[in-house]
């Protein structure tokens, strides 16, 4: 399955996965057509959950704005581009309800400035990039053992925009890397966010080895996957690309060159990641 060459009108959702997550848009246009739409609502949201921390001025702004989301996905009706379409695919049966919940609660934890350790951060990925991919995995129709590897997949997809988001949440105040890890290299949070484009570089250390880590995670979900549910998979294939870069901090989604492209292609002719 390859993307159409015809350009469709895009959706509100479409315009904003577009431009804010261009790396889930173009794994999305190797799913069924009549499927784009609900990912692209799913996509939307979790943009807007992402954001929700990304924009507010204190920690409880934050929580604010993930409420108002919880409302949209618990029932209430808000007119709103995003809200008023995803409220009707909830009624409709074409999202998990339960599962958009569990997003939004795990989202919680980007109210925390740092993770104590790595353990706490991977179970951090798993519920929230991870259960992304499980949820697109549920619209495309793959079955509970392989949304076990779309969460896993989907964490490692997670990592790699944390180890490369490095410079961007230091700027935020706030540093991804577990203090654990920071620690044993002689480091402080305070190290990063107090030179937040040098960041990546300060940690390049702890950097590598979460690098590694998600490599070693992704060598045991490689293999043949699904067409049907492959477009959820994908992203995967770029997280691989950019773990393998040596330069932390310096991967910009909305710039992706030929390379990044050619291989998500090739992976979806080939079905496997």
Not at 89 to 97: E, I, S, V
Not at 112 to 132: I, K, M, N, R
Not at 141 to 148: D, P, T
Not at 159 to 188: F, K
Request: proline share 5%; with cysteine; hydrophobic share 45%.
């Amino acid at each position: 399955m390859s993307p159409s060459l015809n350009e469709p009108v895009l959706s509100p959702a479409a315009h904003v996965v577009r431009r804010y997550d261009p790396d889930r848009f173009f794994a999305s246009l190797f799913a069924a057509p009549d499927r784009r739409e609900s990912l692209m609502l799913l996509y939307a949201l979790n943009h807007e959950l992402v954001r929700a921390r990304e924009v507010a001025s204190t920690p409880i702004v934050a929580l604010i704005r993930l409420q108002w989301w919880r409302e949209v996905v618990e029932g209430v009706e808000k007119r709103h581009e995003l809200a008023t379409p995803l409220g009707a695919a909830l009624k409709a049966g074409q999202l998990d309800r339960e599962g958009l919940l569990a997003l939004i609660e795990a989202r919680e934890a980007d109210t925390e400035e740092s993770f104590p350790d790595s353990l706490t951060l991977w179970h951090y990925l798993e519920q929230t990039a991870g259960q992304v991919a499980v949820l697109a995995g549920q619209i495309l129709g793959a079955g509970k053992q392989e949304q076990v590897r779309l969460r896993r997949l989907g964490a490692v997809y997670g990592l790699a925009g944390v180890v490369h988001g490095v410079c961007a949440h230091a700027a935020q105040g706030r540093v991804l890397v577990p203090v654990a890890e920071l620690h044993a290299a002689g480091l402080e949070p305070e190290a990063l966010t107090s030179a937040p484009h040098e960041a990546g570089n300060i940690a390049a250390g702890p950097l590598q080895a979460l690098a590694t880590e998600g490599q070693r995670r992704l060598r045991l979900c490689r293999g043949r996957v699904g067409r049907g549910w492959m477009a959820a998979a994908l992203p995967a294939v770029l997280a691989r690309r950019d773990l393998a870069r040596p330069i932390f901090g310096s991967i910009n989604p909305s710039q992706r060159g030929l390379g990044d492209r050619l291989a998500v292609l090739m992976a979806a002719l080939s079905g496997r990641i």
